[in-house]
């Protein structure tokens, strides 16, 4: 099973932790941060460096792209970052195995195992948890970024591996975030709850993080009253 949060925002975290250092501890329990960030004319420098180090961090992917774009780019991130990580198995699996790295091997070889990881990536289950930033600035893109989401989940259903897919929102109507849906692989369900978004507020993106973590390993949090992430990682 491949464990991928996908993070799309606008803008720059205002609220809470620093946000890249909650996407390292995600990846230290192996699930891959990616981020989405939709810019515009009117970019913000600061934005685009902080969803850039966030997939760094987090071993994952980042793209910026405009509205327009969204749905595109969505589905090619997903894909792309299973891939990815299929693809770092591998290579290091040789690298164990044969001390040899992906595109050292023969071409004929590599054209074989490139198909094995195309044969995987389409098979292997995916839980995926995406985290919409609903914050103040993005009350004008929230209609096209909730139909990009929706026609994520379409794409999805093409692959012959499960995906369970989760919906978080940051913030969240009482609270720094709101899981208005946990993982399913009912498309249905996930439809009627992406359709109760409320915009405004601060962008939380940190606590959203942290919160997408406890949601992945929910039960090895069920026993404590209050989480704190700080304490559970040390």
């Known amino acids: 099973m491949l464990n991928q949060i996908i993070v799309i925002s606008d803008g720059q975290s205002n609220v809470g932790p620093e946000p890249s250092g909650i996407a390292e501890l995600a990846l230290n329990k192996n699930v891959k ?3 989405i960030g939709i810019i515009d004319s009117g970019r913000n420098k600061d934005s685009i460096l902080e969803l850039e180090n966030i997939a760094e961090k987090g071993g994952g ?3 910026l792209t405009s509205l327009d774009n969204l ?3 969505l589905s090619r991130v997903t894909i792309n970052s299973v891939y990815s990580s299929i693809e770092e198995v591998v290579s290091n699996e040789l690298k164990e195995l044969m001390d040899l ?3 050292e091997i023969s071409p004929n070889d590599r054209n074989k195992i490139i198909n094995m990881i195309d044969k995987i990536g389409n098979e292997v289950t995916l839980k995926c948890l995406i985290l919409l930033d609903t914050s103040g600035s993005m009350k004008n893109k929230i209609a096209v970024a909730r139909k990009s989401v929706l026609e994520l989940l379409i794409f999805l259903k093409e692959r012959k591996g499960e995906n369970h897919i989760g919906f978080m929102t940051f913030p969240g109507k009482t609270g720094h975030y709101q899981l208005l849906c946990d993982f399913t692989t009912d498309i249905d369900e996930l439809k009627e709850e992406i359709e109760n978004i409320d915009i405004g507020g601060t962008t939380p993106t940190g606590h959203a993080l942290e919160g997408a973590i406890k ?3 929910k039960e090895e949090f069920k026993e404590e009253e209050e989480y704190s992430i700080n304490q559970y990682i040390i």
């Open 101 to 103: 790295d992906l595109y």
């Open 61 to 63: 992917l980042c793209e």
């Open 71 to 73: 749905s595109e780019t």
């Open 215 to 217: 949601v992945f390993f």
């Open 33 to 35: 941060v990616n981020t």
